[in-house]
T-cell receptor
Framework: GAVVSQHPSWVICKSGTSVKIECRSL??????MFWYRQFPKQSLMLMAT?????????EQGVEKDKFLINHASLTLSTLTVTSAHPEDSSFYIC?????????????FGAGTRLSVL | RKEVEQDPGPFNVPEGATVAFNCTYS??????FFWYRQDCRKEPKLLMS???SGNEDGRFTAQLNRASQYISLLIRDSKLSDSATYLC???????????FGTGTRLTVIP
């Protein structure tokens, strides 16, 4: 089946630093990828939709200048958390829709646990 | 109002028991429905899609009631390995992204 790889799986950083998370579709091309955030005991919340070759679409309440998204190729989207603060500590998960017959299925990366000290 | 609502549980059941989870969604124009499973500190993984006629996959049965905007998941003969959080997921018509319920936590006890 389709595989989405996310890296790194765990990041601990100091407040004020920037963190980049990569999301790759390994065996298919994804024109659209999604970035979600999940706080403890809460649901996954969509942050933004990443579109290859164009600007990302951000959900209401998500700061586009803080969460920079780049989707430069059909297999890679990156999320950069700029000037991270402790309240940004969360579980960040990317996903991509598979093309073809199962195009309604979204596959998820393994997630990145961000801890900002 | 949340797009997708679930009973968070937890549900603690003995091995071999049958357990049912329910979910409601707010947008009547929703198009696609899924149950995902999420283990602790892991990403969600697709358990099964939910079709209008209802569908079964081994011990798992999913039902959809569009009139009531209600989705269910039935697990028969529960196994210890079924312990996880079960997420009700909906895609609205014309939308690319998914809306997740908060999940229902299931623990199967030996």
């Amino acid at each position: 089946g389709a595989v989405v790889s996310q890296h790194p799986s765990w990041v601990i950083c100091k407040s004020g630093t920037s963190v980049k998370i990569e999301c790759r579709s390994l065996d298919f091309q994804a024109t659209t990828m999604f970035w979600y955030r999940q706080f403890p005991k809460q649901s996954l919340m969509l942050m933004a939709t990443s579109n290859e070759g164009s600007k990302a679409t951000y959900e209401q309440g998500v700061e586009k200048d803080k969460f920079l998204i780049n989707h430069a190729s059909l297999t890679l989207s990156t999320l950069t958390v700029t000037s991270a603060h402790p309240e940004d500590s969360s579980f960040y998960i990317c996903s991509a829709r598979s093309p073809g017959i199962a195009k309604n299925i979204q596959y998820f990366g393994a997630g990145t646990r961000l801890s900002v000290l | 109002r949340k797009e997708v609502e679930q009973d968070p549980g937890p549900f603690n059941v003995p091995e071999g028991a049958t357990v049912a989870f329910n979910c409601t969604y707010s947008n009547s124009a929703s198009q696609s429905f899924f149950w995902y499973r999420q283990d602790c500190r892991k990403e969600p993984k697709l358990l099964m899609s939910v079709y209008s006629s209802g569908n079964e996959d081994g011990r798992f049965t999913a039902q959809l009631n569009r009139a009531s905007q209600y989705i269910s998941l039935l697990i028969r003969d529960s196994k210890l390995s079924d312990s996880a959080t079960y997420l009700c997921v909906v895609r609205e018509t014309g939308a690319n992204n998914l809306f997740f319920g908060t999940g229902t936590r299931l623990t199967v006890i030996p």
